[in-house]
């Protein structure tokens, strides 16, 4: 009975979803390569301030319960669709920073929303299992076809989780755990081991450390905090370890035009990691692994050549530290390749790739030799949500159903090409416009104008984000198409005008 009904209310959602609306919804647009008829709607639509009436009374309610300094604005979900997110107050925005770049396929997929209704499916959502002890039946088969159908270059194995954050945090405990293996010669613990972990003291909490690289951000838990180096209000009074940070690669654009000067810069950034590993080691502190992302998004949208990422992963494998590529936020299709450590052409790119956001779940990959060696090390109650799984799946065939990966790497050349055009046309507002696929950023002249420039974007229909000191990043879904970049391109020029 409870399941018929549930069944129902959710078609009856669907069908709202899935209802062509009048005519001026149905998108024809003139700038993509072929008609496109999209199911959503027709372009932004502002009727109040943001954030509206509405939402500054929620915010000023919530506000009694928590913290609400980082909250925009409340949204309207239900009401949201596509490359649309609708807020509270009824102002309908292009979404190009899509949840801090978590959603794959836009708001309220029709193919997402039918998975709801089909009544096999609601146990999966209404019971959440301690995956670690209690796994479903079917949770090998979920596994296969979501995450595993899309593991990267010589990787068969993965641990789920729920968050970025976990994933890195769990995946830096195995890094250790292998290191500290292979120098036992995979012999079973001493007591002195077990006993002295008991204490925090060593040997068997060991002083061991993992170098990353300043710009980069790997989550705000105690030991990912210790790996980001992003912006200070993420680690302002919280202690940490002593592990090497060493430079990541600051590259001059355009890139034609800077190749012997961006490849002298990262000839001088993988001295200076052999240097820090060389040091610590002699500090009695060896570098066990070594994290890194594709593209330092949080950072500033900080790239480095392939010949950069293939260099970096030699230096790991010749003083022994596993190489961990964390692609939190690059992973997923939106540089125009599933994982961004393809853009790479390596048959052995890491050790471990660490994945959340676009894939709706946390978790990593990891070669079979960076697996626990016992239960419980790497281990919570929930570690990762089936329903994400199923979900994952169902995103994966959309991907590959409606060719997204060839949609996004089309779309992202109109944007950088785009993002170019508006460069040589404000010089003194904009500059190094870069990215791959839609991954793309470009920085202003400074922060104040760049947060203007983020508020009057917005308040024409367009929701952006920033990163490190100076950048707008661009982070649409997959479904984001070429005339949703020529609409954005209009209003982005004429917000940009108004700062000439």
Known sequence: MASTLISRQLALSLQKHLRLSAPGCRYVSKAAPKTQLELEYDGPLMKTEVPGPRSQALTKQLGDIQNVGAVNFFCNYEESRGNYLVDVDGNRMLDIYTQISSIPIGYNHPALLKLMTNPNNLSTFVNRPALGILPPENFPDRLTESLLSVAPSGMTRVQTMACGSCSNENAYKAMFIWYRNKERGHTAPSEEDLSSCMI????????????????????????????????????????????????????????????RENAQEEARCLEEVEDLIVKWRQKGKPVAGIVIEP??????????????????????????????????????????????????GMDDPADIVSFSKKLLTGGYYHKKELQADKPYRIFNTWMGDPSKNLFLAEVLNVIRRENLLEEVTRSGKALLNGLYELQAQYPGILSRARGQGTFCAVDICDDVTRNSILLKARDKGVLLGGCGDLSIRFRPSLVFKDYHVHMFLNIFNDVLAQHK
């Open 295 to 344: 593209i330092q998004a949080e950072g500033g949208d900080n790239h480095a050549s392939p010949d950069f990422f293939r260099s970096l992963r030699n230096i790991a494998r010749k003083h022994g530290c596993a190489f961990h590529v964390d692609e939190v936020q690059t992973g997923g299709g939106s540089t125009g390749k599933f994982w961004a450590h393809e853009h790479w």
């Open 200 to 259: 925090n003291q060593g040997p068997g909490c060991p002083d061991l450390s993992i170098l990353s690289f300043m710009g980069g951000f790997h989550g705000r838990t105690f030991g990912c905090l210790a790996t980001t180096h992003s912006k200070a209000i993420h680690k302002l009074d919280v202690p940490t370890f002593d592990w090497p940070i060493a430079p990541f690669p600051r590259l001059q654009y355009p890139l034609e035009e800077f190749t």
